[in-house]
């Protein structure tokens, strides 16, 4: 019945609560002869929809006595034509009051959503950044570690110049040692031993006019001798 006879604005929740609150604070004693279930629906069906709707209101069924009878004869009666003229006002002040508390509720439930979703994207945020201040630490810890490893390295590259330094240098020493000593060697050997000397009787001559006489081989182990001059000039 609300809906075939309703306004032009669709009726919601916000409209029966408005009807029912002004209704309870009016009448809040129920009274089964004169403000009976019947009485508050056709106060709050007429706050709903307007005052003259129930006049334009027909039943075609049987006339007889029963709930739909009563129904229409009840909500019929000019009183409560009346009745919904003296509460009409407060009806709409109650109407705009309710509709005031739900639009502000769903303001702050949306800035509370978007309150939330921002707060989720600067976490969201924060996690990124401390994802990448992690990714730069353990970069800057892997370059870290090379450098020191480049460091040990150049480290044992000098100490290994330095011992092949001290090497060579012993093997300079030693190079130079054995010269002198070869040196030395050649300068203390006598360059003729077998020569006589020049207050003796030798002559080459009277080598030369000897006779050759063919010395046959031993067959001992030859004695160590000195070199003969041949050697000595040709070494």
């Avoid at 919904?84 to 002040?93: G, I, N, Q, S």
């Avoid at 001290?166 to 000593?181: D, F, M, P, V």
Wanted: aromatic content about 6%.
């Amino acid at each position: 019945m609300i809906a075939r006879h309703s306004p032009a604005t669709p009726i919601n929740i916000a409209y029966v609560v408005a009807a029912c609150a002004v209704l309870n604070k009016a009448s809040p004693e129920y009274d089964v002869f004169r403000k009976q279930c019947y009485w508050y629906a056709g106060l709050a069906f007429r706050l709903l929809v307007g005052d003259d709707v129930m006049r334009q209101l027909q039943y075609n069924g049987p006339q007889r006595a029963g709930e739909v009878a009563n129904f229409f004869s009840v909500m019929k009666e000019p009183e409560l034509d009346r009745h919904a003229r003296e509460l009409r006002p407060l009806y709409e002040d109650k109407l705009q009051a309710i509709q005031h508390e739900v639009t502000e509720r769903r303001r702050k439930e949306r800035r509370a959503e978007d309150a939330e979703r921002e707060a989720e994207g600067a976490r969201r945020d924060a996690e990124g950044a401390r994802r990448d201040a992690e990714g730069a630490r353990r970069e800057a810890e892997g370059a870290r570690r090379e450098a020191e490893g480049a460091r040990r390295e150049a480290e044992a590259a000098v100490r290994r110049a330095a011992e092949m330094e001290i090497e060579l240098q012993k093997l300079k020493e030693l190079n130079q040692g054995a010269r002198t000593s070869a040196a030395s060697v050649r300068i203390s050997s006598p360059i003729f031993p077998l020569l006589p000397s020049s207050d003796s009787n030798f002559s080459f001559r009277d080598q030369a006019r000897r006779p050759y006489r063919p010395v046959a081989p031993s067959t001992k182990e030859p004695a160590c001798t000195s070199p003969s001059m041949s050697d000595l000039l040709l070494s």
